[in-house]
T-cell receptor
Framework: EPEVTQTPSHQVTQMGQEVILRCVPI?????FYWYRQILGQKVEFLVS????????KSEIFDDQFSVERPDGSNFTLKIRSTKLEDSAMYFC?????????FGQGTRLTVV | GQRLNQSPQSMFIQEGEDVSMNCTSS?????WLWYKQDPGEGPVLLIA?????ELTSNGRLTAQFGITRKDSFLNISASIPSDVGIYFC????????????FGTGTRLKVLA
């Protein structure tokens, strides 16, 4: 299985609260992504992370977002102060050669 | 920024029909990937293309990497109800980045 596992599958949070989304690789991968998909729209790149450092990030990935791999295994996306417009599906993916394999996603609902 | 336009946006077809969709851009891409997304789930990789002109099949799916490097095509033969979903192309630019750019998606509905 080339995919990654994401938790939680669904999270509801109050506007202004912090959320942490988690991605658990199946094996010892090094290159990860976070993508976002607002309902009914296309999949948008947020950030790539290689060997415990941010490799690239998009304009969406502002100071409210951060990523880390605190224990060398789980890869997390933190949103510090959620806004209504952060409601979306968030996908973790890993890269193998030039192919990207996506997790099942976390549906984040900000109310 | 780079954009990938997919057409058609949506299509309704009868079971058993063949399907064609494409992905175009004004920019050159190094790799093309085609994904299928079911409702509430993540994109699942269907086919990967690496060279201009390359034609690759995966069961009933066939995809081609356009010779100009600016487009790609996906064909599904003899569609079945489980082909329903959204199909996305994703391109890897030639600029040395590993940031995949996703297309706008083609929503496919199959009528039994």
């Amino acid at each position: 299985e080339p995919e990654v596992t994401q938790t939680p599958s669904h999270q509801v949070t109050q506007m202004g609260q912090e959320v942490i989304l988690r991605c658990v690789p199946i094996s010892n991968h090094l290159y990860f992504y976070w993508y976002r998909q607002i309902l009914g729209q296309k999949v948008e790149f947020l950030v790539s992370f290689y060997n415990n450092e941010i490799s690239e990030k998009s304009e969406i990935f502002d100071d409210q977002f951060s990523v880390e791999r605190p224990d060398g295994s789980n890869f997390t996306l933190k949103i510090r102060s959620t806004k209504l417009e952060d409601s979306a599906m968030y996908f973790c993916a890993r890269r193998e050669h030039t192919e990207a394999f996506f997790g099942q996603g976390t549906r984040l609902t900000v109310v | 920024g780079q954009r990938l336009n997919q057409s058609p946006q949506s299509m309704f077809i009868q079971e058993g029909e063949d399907v064609s969709m494409n992905c175009t851009s004004s920019s050159i891409f190094n790799t093309w990937l085609w994904y299928k997304q079911d409702p509430g789930e993540g994109p699942v990789l269907l086919i990967a293309l690496y060279k201009a002109g390359e034609l690759t099949s995966n069961g009933r799916l066939t995809a081609q990497f356009g010779i100009t490097r600016k487009d790609s095509f996906l064909n599904i033969s003899a569609s079945i109800p489980s082909d329903v979903g959204i199909y996305f192309c994703a391109g890897l630019p030639f600029s040395g980045t590993y940031k995949y750019i996703f297309g706008t998606g083609t929503r496919l509905k199959v009528l039994a």
